[in-house]
């Protein structure tokens, strides 16, 4: 269950800060991981640690004790191996194809299952320079098993190549033969798909918004120009009335698509630029307002309702104000994602000998080093970059109810990387799975989760969705999501909260 897989993940060791200083040293030995059984080969000397030595990440190969043959071979961009007879297991080694070296480490006990982010930019059970081709190289390796990742995704990678003309050489700097990584990596259990190719990212982009100063068209917001700045004249009340705190006030939606759809607008008029209280109080308010709701539904239909929490940040997203707000909506049918994601998990169960589906797509993330957890009086907050982004950027975070203070620091830390540490500018973000008491109980619960994409620059005017996402059912992300974990890695930083390196179980 949720519950359990989040009390395994422990707590930061401070002994791993004091560590720091010595991740990075050529041939160093170091206390970092526990009684491992390895031989270490830097350059020409083979080195067998004693038992009371640990090691951290190093510039060598490590080869495990049971490894009987590894034979790497140089390749464009990259370096291939074949090993044999190596035994792996979810957490218990670790692989990573760099440009150079390759690298397998043994962890040696479960205690190591949260390390702290402090120890390096995004650690990875791949590597400490892990890239999407990269895990897609070791992925294909003959011989080489993965776990969870192997088990829920098919990763292809191919090269594509091109020719170009001396023109188009002088005019994007490009080489005269053009070959480029694409990854594609497809979930088996719910079908999502995405296409990666890093050089999309210098894609020529001709049209382009004149005024590239503000979209705010209220310039600034206020009274006689905002709407929700004058929120008690301009905006409807329902049924139930508002409910408002210092940060945050309700209204009912004027132009609804369900029957309960209300509105949760900031006090303030900058939708970028909120705080943790303020985007608290933006979440106190949703909960407050989704139990009113709810309970006016009930004494009015007496029948089971579907809350959800979404937020379009700017007109990209879908907003037609400026001013920051979310929206809730209490329906009386469920939602097509929820429901198709339930039907995964059955699937997922029926198909893989009772086997829960969230904690094993967990548990790839885990496995690919994208996901952290953040603790908090006995709670923990999960996060990880996903490998199928709906669309670029996108995070998924995870945590025991919409009320729980670790879920809402972690949800605060990769909203606020995404706009400081990655430039954001407009995002999307969806609240699902969000139970009231009376629907079931704790442990039969779905874990709260939230959702968030960003939808590109607002200086473009070209759409982010076009024929492949809307008919073909697939996505193109332009950021791999080993540059967005080390931009929430950047973030945690910043703040006063730890946050660890969470390990597959």
């Known amino acids: 269950s949720y519950t359990a897989r989040a009390t395994a993940c422990l707590r930061s060791s401070t002994k791993l800060r004091k560590q720091r200083s010595t991740t990075h040293a050529r041939g160093h030995l170091s206390d970092a991981f526990h009684r491992p059984r390895l031989l270490l080969r830097h350059d020409t000397t083979y080195v067998r640690p004693s038992s009371s030595s640990r090691i951290m990440a190093i510039d060598a190969t490590w080869y495990p004790s049971r490894c009987n043959a590894i034979a790497p071979s140089r390749r464009r961009r990259s370096m291939h191996v074949h090993v044999r007879g190596i035994h792996t297991s979810s957490f218990a080694s670790f692989y990573h194809v760099g440009t150079s070296r390759v690298h397998v480490v043994r962890v040696g006990t479960r205690a190591d299952r949260s390390?702290?982010?402090?120890?390096?930019?995004?650690?990875?059970?791949?590597?400490?320079?892990?890239?999407?081709?990269?895990?897609?190289?070791?992925?294909?390796?003959?011989?080489?098993?993965?776990?969870?990742?192997?088990?829920?995704?098919?990763?292809?990678?191919?090269?594509?190549?091109?020719?170009?003309?001396q023109e188009l050489q002088a005019k994007y700097e490009t080489a005269r033969s053009e070959r480029q990584d694409v990854v594609c990596i497809t979930n088996r259990v719910s079908g999502q798909q995405c296409w990666y190719n890093g050089n999309r990212k210098n894609k020529p982009q001709t049209f382009r918004n004149q005024n590239q100063s503000s979209c705010d068209p209220t310039q600034g917001g206020g009274i006689g120009k905002c709407d929700f700045c004058e929120w008690d004249k301009y905006t409807a009340v329902d049924p139930f009335g508002r409910i408002e705190n210092p940060h945050a006030v309700t209204a009912s939606n004027l132009f609804k698509f369900n029957p309960y759809h209300g509105l949760v607008l900031f006090k303030h008029h900058e939708p970028l630029q909120f705080d943790y209280q303020q985007m608290e109080g933006m979440l106190d308010a949703a909960w407050e307002w989704l139990n009113k709701a709810h309970a006016h539904g009930q004494r009015q239909w007496r029948e089971q309702m579907y809350p959800l929490i979404i937020w379009n940040c700017l007109p990209r997203s879908g907003a037609s104000q400026y001013h920051g707000h979310a929206q809730t909506l209490l329906s009386p049918v469920p939602f097509p994602e929820q429901e198709r994601l339930l039907a995964d998990i059955s699937r997922y169960r029926d198909t893989h000998g009772g086997r829960d589906y969230l904690s094993d797509l967990l548990d790839a993330h885990a496995e690919a080093g994208l996901a952290r957890c953040l603790q908090e009086k006995g709670e923990s907050g999960i996060c990880y970059a996903s490998l199928t982004?709906?669309?670029?950027?996108?995070?998924?975070?995870?945590?025991?109810?919409?009320?729980?203070?670790?879920?809402?620091?972690?949800?605060?830390?990769?909203?606020?990387?995404?706009?400081?540490?990655?430039?954001?500018?407009?995002?999307n973000l969806v609240i699902q799975n969000i139970s009231f008491e009376?629907?079931?109980?704790?442990?039969?619960?779905?874990?709260?989760?939230?959702?968030?994409?960003?939808?590109?620059?607002?200086?473009?005017?070209?759409?982010?969705?076009?024929?492949?996402?809307?008919?073909?059912?697939?996505?193109?992300?332009?950021?791999?999501?080993?540059?967005?974990?080390?931009?929430?890695?950047?973030?945690?930083?910043?703040?006063?909260?730890?946050?660890?390196?969470?390990?597959?179980?």
């Open 115 to 165: 390390r702290s982010c402090a120890m390096g930019p995004s650690p990875s059970p791949f590597g400490r320079t892990t890239t999407w081709w990269e895990l897609a190289c070791v992925q294909q390796q003959p011989g080489l098993r993965m776990g969870a990742v192997a088990r829920m995704f098919r990763i292809h990678k191919r090269i594509g190549t091109c020719f170009v003309s």
């Open 389 to 427: 982004p709906l669309k670029d950027k996108e995070i998924v975070v995870q945590g025991n109810d919409l009320e729980s203070q670790a879920f809402r620091r972690m949800l605060y830390v990769c909203l606020r990387a995404l706009i400081d540490c990655m430039g954001v500018e407009t995002f």
């Open 438 to 505: 009376e629907q079931a109980p704790l442990a039969n619960r779905l874990p709260v989760m939230a959702r968030m994409v960003s939808r590109g620059s607002m200086q473009s005017k070209a759409s982010d969705f076009g024929a492949l996402e809307v008919f073909a059912g697939a996505s193109l992300a332009k950021t791999d999501p080993y540059a967005v974990i080390q931009g929430v890695d950047r973030m945690a930083e910043k703040t006063p909260w730890t946050l660890s390196i969470l390990e597959p179980t």
